[in-house]
């Protein structure tokens, strides 16, 4: 009895650890995706475009594509989506203080 116990405890438990790795997983891709798609999505205002205010974000973006730019590789476009994120949502530690 203490056997089985202990069996079907340990399978909740990997069950949950992959469950809230996966979330994890599916938050982070997630965000990612708004960023690129929304966030970082080229004006379609022709008053900016003919103002040649183009893109929000300079060189970063994709330009009249949206999203970064496609010369960069993976690591660097979501640096570039995590940067925009703390920029632009906000982070705590902005001010260089410890809060503990």
């Given at each position: 009895?203490?056997?089985?116990?202990r069996q079907?405890?340990?399978?909740?438990?990997?069950?949950?650890?992959?469950s809230?790795?996966?979330?994890?997983?599916?938050?982070?891709?997630g965000?990612?995706?708004?960023?690129?798609?929304?966030?970082?999505?080229?004006?379609?205002?022709?008053?900016?475009?003919?103002?040649?205010?183009?893109?929000r974000?300079?060189?970063?973006s994709g330009?009249?594509?949206?999203?970064?730019?496609?010369a960069l590789?993976?690591k660097?476009?979501?640096?570039?989506?995590?940067?925009?994120?703390?920029?632009?949502?906000?982070?705590?530690?902005?001010?260089?203080?410890?809060?503990?």
């Amino acid at each position: 009895m203490a056997s089985a116990t202990r069996q079907r405890f340990a399978k909740l438990s990997i069950l949950g650890i992959v469950s809230h790795g996966l979330t994890g997983i599916a938050a982070f891709e997630g965000a990612h995706v708004w960023v690129k798609s929304l966030e970082l999505a080229p004006h379609n205002d022709p008053d900016i475009k003919h103002l040649g205010m183009g893109p929000r974000c300079g060189k970063w973006s994709g330009d009249d594509t949206g999203g970064t730019d496609p010369a960069l590789r993976l690591k660097a476009r979501r640096t570039v989506k995590d940067t925009w994120m703390t920029q632009n949502w906000g982070s705590d530690s902005h001010t260089g203080r410890r809060t503990y």
